[in-house]
């Protein structure tokens, strides 16, 4: 009954090489979010869809690229990766605006990404 | 530009010494303040959030807050520490008229020695 899941957990690969993360969220929220938490425990948002549709898009590499098959899902594509992508990435979900319940974001346990 | 200070980086205190952490915003508009807490090797989890009414906020394990509007603060308290409240802890804002764009603070890291 996970409520935001990724996968990876770990995710270990050369410079140059390309990967993805999964996220999905079975809480029904209409928004998802991409963070990436560096090594000082820094946490910046990078994407953000709401119904399938981008609204926020960092400034990030465009090496980096969401995508959103529905609103259950939004996938990180990394192109040519580099050693400063090395981080934590977390994928995170909201609720639709209303009530009280507007912004809460409930995160999944992350992707440890290590760039060699 | 839009910015969250958490004034202290690292945090050590024993156990059942008092807690505050300090969290101040630069932000227009109404704003939407939370807390999330990353226990060792976990994902964020909300401790607690405020979006209007009482300013003094009650959240999960007798965490609380204070948002102070003319101080553009919202700083996170608990009477008591326990060594299970070793974690990093992160304040974060939105505002209503920042679309869904959360804003976090750099973290406060407190460690509680039993």
């Known amino acids: 009954d996970t409520a935001v899941s990724q996968t990876p957990k770990y995710l270990v690969t050369q410079m140059g090489n390309d990967k993805s993360i999964k996220c999905e969220q079975n809480?029904?929220?209409?928004?998802m979010y991409w963070y990436k938490q560096d090594s000082k425990k820094f946490l910046k948002i990078m994407f953000s869809y709401n119904n399938k549709e981008l609204i926020i898009n960092e400034t990030v590499p465009n090496r980096f690229s969401p995508k959103s098959p529905d609103k259950a899902h939004l996938n990180l594509h990394i192109n040519s990766l580099e050693l400063g992508d090395s981080a934590v990435y977390f994928c995170a979900s909201s609720p639709s605006t209303s009530g009280t319940r507007v912004y809460e974001q409930y995160f999944g346990p992350g992707t440890r990404l290590t760039v060699t | 530009a839009q910015s969250v200070s958490q004034h202290n980086h690292h945090v050590i205190l024993s156990e059942a010494a008092s807690l505050e952490l300090g969290c101040n915003y630069s932000y227009g508009g109404t704003v939407n303040l939370f807390w999330y807490v990353q226990y060792p090797g976990q994902h964020l989890q909300l401790l607690l959030k405020y979006f209007s009414g009482d300013p003094l906020v009650k959240g999960i394990k007798g965490f609380e807050a204070e948002f102070i509007k003319s101080k553009f603060s919202f700083n996170l308290r608990k009477p008591s520490v326990q060594w299970s409240d070793t974690a990093e802890y992160f304040c974060a804002v939105t505002s209503n008229t920042g679309g869904f764009k959360t804003i976090f603070g750099a973290g406060t890291r407190l460690f509680v020695k039993a």
């Open positions: 809480l029904g929220h209409d928004t």
